[in-house]
């Protein structure tokens, strides 16, 4: 049975939610505070976590922060806070997904779905990706070329995975953003342009030798 943790400081909401997933068939339990809810993420696995921006103690984009130096277990966060500023911290924190409250269990249910299959798809069949020097392990989430290692924030990580596992596979920028930011995710084409010239840069590419290549009108190829 997949294991949910909701880290959530309203009770009544956190109890709603939790109802509705167990009637779902997840195991589920709550923290209320910020601490408890990194405690209870670090000391054991997780299908997905569920967490709150507005928490005591500790606020749900640091709670994101400190997970992610550790693990790398699913995060949507629930928050009545919907600025885009703080729907780009908590996805530049590490988070998978973003809802505004208030939303119906329906969404909510659709988007934990969504981001188990996106997981699933930049994860492929967890073996290595290789491309001329460059390494990528979607378990480890690591990158090194040459031997060296690359450090990707999570997004341009999973924008390289979703390249590496279609070498020479033209891909457009809407396919690039239902892989990386989700189906249905709020996100401009242009987004694409400049988180491919974030992963160029660090991973060296530049010239025509080039690993990612643009495809005017299209999109882009690794090959």
């Given amino acids: 049975m997949n294991s949910v943790l909701i880290v959530e400081d309203e009770y009544n909401f956190a109890r709603f939610v939790e109802l509705e997933l167990r009637h779902e068939g997840y195991n589920v339990q709550v923290a209320f505070d910020g601490q408890e809810g990194l405690c209870m993420a670090l000391e054991k696995e997780w299908h997905m976590i569920l967490l709150d921006v507005m928490l005591p103690g500790m606020d749900g984009f640091e709670v994101c922060r400190r ?7 699913p ?10 500023a703080d729907r780009v ?10 809802i505004p409250k208030p939303f119906a269990i329906e969404e909510l249910l659709a988007r934990m779905r969504a981001v188990d299959r996106r997981r699933s798809l930049l994860a492929g069949n967890g073996d290595v990706l290789a491309f001329r020097d460059l390494r990528l392990d979607p378990a480890a989430r690591t990158v090194f070329r040459n031997g060296e290692t690359i450090t990707l924030t999570k997004r341009e990580f999973d924008l390289l995975a979703v390249f590496m596992s279609n070498i020479k596979r033209i891909l457009t920028r809407e396919a690039l953003i239902e892989s990386v930011w989700g189906v249905g995710a709020d996100v401009e084409t242009n987004v694409v342009d400049v988180y491919v010239r974030y992963v160029r840069n660090k991973i060296g590419d530049s010239g025509e030798d080039g690993y990612i290549h643009t495809i005017r009108g299209i999109g882009y190829v690794m090959r």
């Fill in 67 to 73: 997970i992610r130096e550790r693990k790398n277990t």
């Fill in 89 to 98: 911290s908590g996805l530049d924190t590490g988070a998978d997904d973003y």
């Fill in 75 to 84: 995060i949507i966060m629930l928050t009545a806070r919907d600025s885009v």
